[in-house]
Every structure is written in structure tokens, then in C-alpha cells.
């Protein structure tokens, strides 16, 4: 049977081990089954210089083709940069690492062909499929995720996290403006801004990683994170201001829980117990602002203690801020509320300035 043309992505980062053997495998399936096919790998610059063996099977094999991504990072926007350089009317996406069987391929493009599916995904959770031998905790984390992935799309998939499937060209060429392109959950992107989709799932079990490392870790969750944070209210504010309100948050909890504990359990006064909660509290949140809300622009060696400084002194204005709104509104509404608008206030002006003059990003 004459498959129609197959674009296969392959994202990579320092993958130099195994992309010749998943080449030749996926040759051999794929010329088998007189599928017009080719790969291409999407490398992240990997200092084992994956992108040069690369260039260089190109050279050797028409079927294959390099794509180098310089400055620019991230599985999800790696692959979509390879959809756009695709030539296929099936598009495909594969781990580097062979813990995915590329003998399912045949398979996934034979459920396409009949029409009756947009996507087919590759599934460790369906009956006859696996996760190998992964350990107790990753297999929670996994199910974890894939319960949480429900809040931002429509569709039961049971394994919306998989980073194997085959799709219809025009699903990207209709949505591909709609996606994030951020973390590592390009599927999961897609299935969350189209919910028309009509979808098949197959089993499979997944391998031991050949060579290399794995690349889960907490980025990987962060980013997850952050990605479901963007669907859900992304359409009402920027994910940055998000994260910044989220770490006032727990900023604010830190300090009620160390001025009672300063207060309360060891007996200081009062006044030396709040200040110390201040300080503390401070602290936290200009540090986590700047390893998580701010990462891109991360504070280093001398602008991190200049820049503690500067969120101090634009702080200290929020928090004036906050004081005047507040006993404005004292008189007019209940002293709660006027304190949640004032803190909102507060708030506000910190993200606003802060982001501008401590961390020099254009807020969104």
C-alpha cells in the first residue's frame, strides 16, 4: 500500500548517540512499507553537537533534514518549527531517545487512512500498553498530570501527555497561530485549542532511553505548570503578572505564618516580630520573582543586590499605596474589602514597576 507523504519531527538535545540508529530503524519500517517519508530533526544547538551528525546523514540521505535552532529552546516550539518546515500531508512526532517504538508507525498512519480520525496517539495507558519500568513516583507524577491536563481541554484522552502521535496536516495548518509553543507538551497544546478533533489511540509500551539522559526534571514540571496556568486564564492576563500575584501570595502566607510564629511562640514584641516577618517575606518574594516570574530576565552577581534594592524602594511606595486606598475606603465600604482593594492596589503597582525598572521586561 502507498502510504501518502510522512513528515516525521524529531526534536533533539544532545541526542548524538541515537539519532543514527533511530534513522536507520525508521528507514527500514518506513521503505518497507513504500511510505515517501522524511525526518527531521530540530536540534536545540546540543553541545554534543547533534545537529552536526545531523547535517551530516543529511548529506548522505535525501530523506533527512536538519533543522538548528540557535537561541531559541523548548520541545513544544522545536517541533512546531519543524511542522512548519514539513513537507508531509501526515505529521508525525517521535522522541529522539527510542523509547518509542517506531514500529508503531505503519499503524498510526493506517488508522488515518481510513478517514474516520484526525489524530492517532500512541498510548501507555490503554489496554496492552505500558510505562516499562518506571518507578512508583514517576508514574504518580504521570497521573498526576494527566488528570490536571483536564482542565484545559475537552477531550478524555488517556494519554494526552504522550509525546508520540500522527496528525492530519490541516490540524496544524488551522491552529498552528492558537499554540503556546511553550514547555514540553506539544500535544497536549494542540489538543487544548482545538476541540474538534476526532481521535484514535494505540497502544504501546514505552522503552528504556538507549543513550543519554532524560531530560524530566523540575523545568519540565514547571513548565507545565506554567502552560496550564496560561490556557486557564491566559486569555484575561499574561502569565507573568500571574506568576507574580502567585508568589505574592504565598509571600503574604509566609508572613502571617512568621509574625504568628516570631509573635506567638517565642514571645517577641510585637513590633520586632512584624518587622522580621517583613524582611523575611521581602526577601522571598523578590527571590522567587526573580528565579521563576522574571526567569528570562533573571537578576545575576551585582544587579541582583542592586536590583533587591530597587524592589525595596518601588515597594515601599506600593505598600503607601495600599495604606491610602485602604483608609480612603474605610469610610465607605467594610474595612475587608477596603483592605483587599488596597492590597490589590498595592499589588499592582508592584508588578507594574517592578517589571519595568527591576527587571526591565515589558509587562504584560
Not at 483536564?150 to 495548518?173: A, N
Not at 484514535?200 to 523540575?218: A, D, M, Q, V, W
Amino acid at each position: 500500500m502507498l502510504f501518502p507523504m510522512l513528515s516525521i519531527v524529531v526534536p533533539t538535545f544532545n541526542e548524538r548517540n541515537n539519532i543514527p540508529i533511530l534513522a536507520d530503524k525508521l528507514k527500514s519500517i518506513l521503505e518497507s512499507h513504500r511510505c515517501d517519508y522524511e525526518i527531521i530533526f530540530v536540534d536545540d544547538n546540543s553541545p554534543d553537537h547533534t545537529w552536526e551528525l545531523a547535517r551530516e546523514m543529511s548529506l548522505a540521505d535525501e530523506h533527512i533534514r536538519i533543522i538548528r535552532r540557535v537561541g531559541r529552546k523548548g520541545l513544544s516550539s522545536a517541533v512546531i518549527e519543524g511542522f512548519l518546515a514539513s513537507k508531509g500531508d501526515y505529521l508525525a512526532v517521535i522522541d529522539a531517545d527510542l523509547q518509542h517504538d517506531p514500529e508503531q508507525i505503519p499503524q498510526m498512519v493506517n488508522e488515518l487512512d481510513k478517514g474516520d480520525c484526525d489524530l492517532v496517539i500512541a498510548s501507555r495507558y490503554i489496554d496492552n500498553g505500558s510505562v516499562g519500568d518506571w518507578n512508583k513516583l514517576r508514574i504518580l507524577i504521570s497521573e498526576i498530570a494527566t488528570s490536571m491536563s483536564q482542565l484545559v481541554m475537552k477531550y478524555r484522552s488517556t494519554d494526552p501527555m504522550s509525546g508520540f502521535f500522527i496528525l492530519k496536516r490541516d490540524v496544524i495548518d488551522r491552529n498552528i497561530e492558537k499554540l503556546s509553543g511553550k514547555g514540553f507538551k506539544i500535544l497536549l497544546d494542540i489538543m487544548s485549542v482545538d476541540d474538534t478533533l476526532q481521535i484514535k489511540e494505540i497502544p504501546y509500551t514505552f522503552s528504556t532511553r538507549l543513550h543519554g539522559e532524560s531530560k524530566l526534571g523540575n523545568d519540565v514540571i514547571v513548565q507545565y505548570m506554567e502552560f496550564l496556568l496560561e490556557r486557564t486564564f491566559g486569555k484575561y492576563v499574561g502569565i507573568q503578572y500571574i506568576k507574580y500575584m502567585i508568589v505574592g501570595s504565598l509571600g503574604a502566607l509566609l508572613h502571617f505564618s512568621l509574625l504568628s510564629f516570631f509573635y506567638k511562640t517565642l514571645e517577641h514584641t510585637y513590633s520586632k516580630s512584624l518587622m522580621a516577618a517583613i524582611l523575611i517575606a521581602i526577601l522571598f518574594n523578590y527571590s522567587f520573582n526573580n528565579l521563576w516570574t522574571f526567569r528570562s530576565h533573571r537578576l545575576k552577581n551585582l544587579s541582583l543586590v542592586t536590583g533587591y534594592f530597587k524592589y525595596n524602594l518601588l515597594c515601599v511606595v506600593g505598600a503607601l499605596a495600599n495604606y491610602s486606598v485602604s483608609m480612603y475606603l474605610l469610610g465607605y465600604v467594610d474595612w475587608v474589602l477596603a483592605s483587599f482593594i488596597g492590597a490589590f492596589v498595592g499589588a499592582n503597582w508592584n508588578y507594574l514597576t517592578n517589571s519595568i525598572y527591576t527587571w526591565k521586561t515589558k509587562h504584560e
